[in-house]
């Protein structure tokens, strides 16, 4: 039986090997998706482009505009002269912020009556305006304290430094700069072993099929455990290869932190890998050609990228699909990655997410063997 | 170019499609899927955040401050811990995305004066979510830091309590700052990439592998009318998938529709053209259908995914990657689909990109229509 499953082992590899192309397929799309997703995937929000129309135009207004303009959130790009111009910038998307202040203004803060700060936000995009305005808020917030500290000084100069205040300290952990990079990257690994393991593995047994070098293999004395294992084996070592050279790319490249124990994170791929054998293995049994392979295989990937968490929370989604996520193995994987990565958490807190990954791996490939058996009489 | 065989060409790439089951699969249930996928699971709202409290005083102060966190639609305090190990294991174990630990003298600092600080323990790795935690509770912070020093300034009777400015916002464009009217248009750009493209990648790689090719050659068909007669039936699904999915974001999703539709369709046209004549390029190159998916998967769906500005903003890319996106044609009609969809724009604001999309349209059919050789 080794002997068998040995010789089904090289074939394979071979198979895979032989084609520049599909050795290409392992090495060039990973890296590529890892740089393109590293640096576009990012929900940072610096340089808002911004527009100011100041109708008062005082040393006070301009102390206020001075300050957006000092701060790396906004990129004052433009001063208005006109109301008009503003739907105009809007319109055509060169501001996505126009910060407007009436005439009046100093002399509201000044007699310490409320002065109105107006800002048209374009919330097409809502994270951007959500976040933008939060930012907004901040400034204008220490401009304000500053005045009216200055006001309090003036009228009651002794006991002003008494006053009570609450000062929110700001401890973010795991990822102390806020950058969504640190977020996205590990993240990625997740969805590009994915993408690899199911589409390989489908396509494996569905082309021998297609080209009907699978009857030929079925009429050797190999057993069907021996054939299934010399179709998944392969796939296996080429995801363990491509999740080290993504990790190590990740790393390396865009300086992520790898935090945890690297045991854990080979326990938490190897699980994960098990599953996507399982689903690929799934797919090829319930496709006759490679187009449907694909299509199949692409109506399991894209929800399972979108309901594991990668691009945004779970705990976002409707209740319903909530549920739905803790069938997806990739939701586990990405509190894997993550949590190895950022947190350098253990298998104390994260053995619920390998049970898990086993579990499902476990059954898709009990699940995907007994049909396949059935797929090959 | 002979009308009969273009015809006949189309109607036998029609009823492939037809006769298998899952292609009619794709064409109907795939766009349907990636829209109430993408439209429910992708929020970047940070609703209703997980936040532990520990409360070293246990005032009636630092309740009521909490409550405020209580009271926010933001947040949801979900536990009250009694020591700070619980609080670090409820955020390694992300059970809590916020800690907020009162420390055991805020009421008497509030009574004696000057600052307190409160401790806003955050999960960072989420750094969106994080941000817009922070920016959360820094306004429940502020806004009960304002009473108190109203409560102070009146004690004293001193000078009149004040907010010397506030900020009012207007949201233009899409006014309740619903994520769900940003994504919702997107995926239309996103669906139209993977149909057109994924449809077609295989259609001349299958062909070839299957052997069929070599029947095609042997018959008086041109390969322009090959390609045309292959990219018609397409054309016309793609067409009616846009259609659908934009009347399903409209009356399903709830997001308005601004603009007009001859702009919308004629745009929707040029992308499809580009995106299917991208698939057949693809096809006759790759010639082996898992390099011609996988090839299709990179060079159409990822950057309509990554680079069109549909989750990830452009503006926030390193400038490098900002060039990058203008080479690929999602750029363009994701700006137009959601400058029609939520701003109503005219004609004249997106004479730019519906140019480029033309001129993308022209390029990509015409190497298209170069690439295809008959011989073996």
Redesign the interface.
């Known amino acids: 039986m080794f002997g068998r499953l040995r010789h089904m082992l090289i074939k394979e590899l071979i198979q895979v090997f032989r084609d520049k ?2 050795r290409f ?1 392992i090495i060039g ?1 990973p890296i ?2 890892m740089i ?2 590293g ?9 808002i ?1 911004t527009a100011i129309l100041d109708y008062d135009n005082t040393r006070v207004s301009r102390d ?1 505009t001075a300050r957006f303009g000092a701060s790396s959130y906004f990129d004052v790009k433009k001063r208005l002269a006109r109301g008009k111009e503003v739907t105009e910038a ?4 060169e501001v996505d912020l126009v910060l407007r202040i009436n005439s009046g203004f100093a002399r509201d ?1 000044g007699k ?20 933008g ?6 400034v ?2 220490s ?2 304290r500053d ?2 500290l200055a ?2 000084r003036r ?2 100069p002794f ?1 002003v ?16 700069d ?3 990079r ?2 996205f990257v590990p993240g990625v690994i997740g969805n590009l072993m994915m ?1 690899i393991v199911v ?1 390989l593995t489908a ?1 494996a047994v569905v ?1 021998e099929r ?2 009907g070098t699978l009857e030929q293999i079925m009429v050797t004395p190999i057993r069907r455990a021996e054939f299934i294992m010399g179709k998944t084996v392969p796939f296996f070592l080429i995801g363990i290869l491509d999740a080290t050279l993504v990790t190590v790319f990740g790393t390396l490249w865009f300086k992520v932190p790898l935090t945890g124990s690297i045991l854990v994170l080979a326990l938490g791929t190897a699980l994960f890998l098990l599953c996507m054998l399982g689903v690929g293995l799934f797919i090829s049994t319930v ?1 006759g ?4 392979a ?3 295989s ?2 399991f990937i ?2 399972a990228i ?2 594991s968490g990668f ?3 779970i ?4 209740v319903v ?1 909530q549920w739905l996520t803790y069938l997806n193995p990739s939701r586990y994987y990405q ?1 894997v990655l ?2 190895v990565f ?2 350098g ?1 253990g298998l104390d ?1 994260l053995w619920p997410e390998m049970a898990a990954m086993a579990a499902l791996g476990a059954l898709l490939l009990a699940v995907s063997v007994l049909r396949f058996q059935k797929s090959l009489d | 170019m002979k009308w009969h065989r273009l015809q006949a060409m189309a109607r036998k790439e029609m009823l492939q499609i037809i006769r298998d089951p899952r292609s009619v699969a794709i064409v109907v249930i795939m766009p349907l899927l990636m829209m109430l996928a993408y439209g429910y699971g992708i929020s970047l709202d940070a609703k209703r955040l997980p936040v532990y409290v520990l409360d070293r005083e246990g005032s009636q102060q630092s309740q009521d401050f909490l409550k405020r966190f209580q009271a926010s639609q933001y947040f949801q305090v979900v536990r009250s811990v009694d020591n700070y190990p619980e609080l670090v294991r409820a955020l390694d174990a992300q059970s809590c995305q916020l800690g907020i630990v009162i420390p055991r003298d805020f009421s008497r600092s509030i009574s004696r004066g000057g600052p307190v600080g409160v401790q806003a323990l955050i999960d960072a790795t989420d750094a969106n979510s994080a941000n817009l935690a922070v920016n959360y509770s820094e306004a429940v912070a502020q806004s009960y830091s304002r009473e108190i020093q109203l409560e102070w300034l009146r004690r004293r009777g001193g000078g009149r309590p004040t907010q010397p400015v506030s900020v009012d916002a207007r949201t233009w464009f899409n006014e309740n700052l619903e994520s769900m009217d940003n994504i919702v248009p997107g995926v239309v750009v996103v669906v139209m990439a993977v149909i057109g493209t994924f449809l077609t990648a295989l259609t001349i790689a299958r062909e070839w592998e299957r052997g069929t090719m070599e029947q095609l050659i042997s018959t008086p068909v041109t390969p322009l009318e090959v390609m045309l007669g292959k990219l018609a039936p397409y054309f016309v699904i793609g067409l009616a998938d846009t259609v659908f999915c934009t009347l399903l974001g409209i009356w399903w999703f709830g997001v308005p529709f601004r603009g007009n539709w001859p702009v919308f369709l004629l745009s929707a046209a040029l992308f499809l053209l580009v995106v299917l004549s991208t698939g057949y390029f693809i096809s006759v190159i790759a010639k082996s259908q898992l390099a011609a998916s996988q090839v299709a998967l990179l060079a159409t769906f990822l950057p309509a995914f990554l680079l069109s500005g549909f989750i990830f903003p452009i503006e926030q890319m390193p400038a490098f990657i900002q060039v990058v996106t203008h080479i690929f044609p999602a750029r363009y009609f994701m700006k137009i689909v959601r400058n029609v969809f939520l701003k109503g724009s005219s004609v004249g604001v997106l004479s730019y990109d519906l140019a480029a999309l033309a001129l993308f349209a022209a390029v990509l059919a015409l190497l298209a229509t170069r690439a295809f050789k008959k011989q073996l």
């Open positions: 192309r599909t397929l799309p590529i998706q393109i997703f640096y576009a995937a990012n929900l940072d929000i610096h340089h482009p206020l809007m319109d055509r998307g803060v310490g009556s409320t002065a109105h700060l107006q800002v048209i936000v374009d919330s097409s995009n809502s994270n951007t305006a959500l976040v305005l939060g930012y907004v808020n901040q204008t917030a401009f304000a005045y009216e006001r309090l009228s009651m006991s430094g008494r006053m009570p205040s609450i000062v929110l300290e700001r401890r973010p952990w795991y990822n102390p806020l950058s969504s640190w977020f993408v589409n396509f082309r297609e080209i496709s050609t490679q187009q449907q694909m299509a199949t692409f109506f894209m929800p979108i309901f691009a945004s929370p705990g976002s989604m409707p699909l509190v993550r949590n950022l947190k958490t807190v």
